[in-house]
């Protein structure tokens, strides 16, 4: 029971490290993608 309780830890923390690593590029992504569109509309 504890080492199946573990293993669901340890694999919710490796999920969190992912997207906190994850996260920033997305939002960065997500920003340089609504620039180019917002020149695209003024230009």
Do not use: H, Q, R, T
């Not at 504890?2 to 694999?11: E, P, R």
């Not at 490796?14 to 917002?38: H, R």
């Amino acid at each position: 029971m504890k080492d199946s309780s573990f293993k669901v830890l340890s694999i919710f923390m490796a999920l969190m490290l992912f997207f906190s690593s994850l996260a920033p590029s997305l939002i960065y992504a997500s920003e340089s993608s609504n620039e180019s569109l917002e020149s695209l509309e003024l230009s």
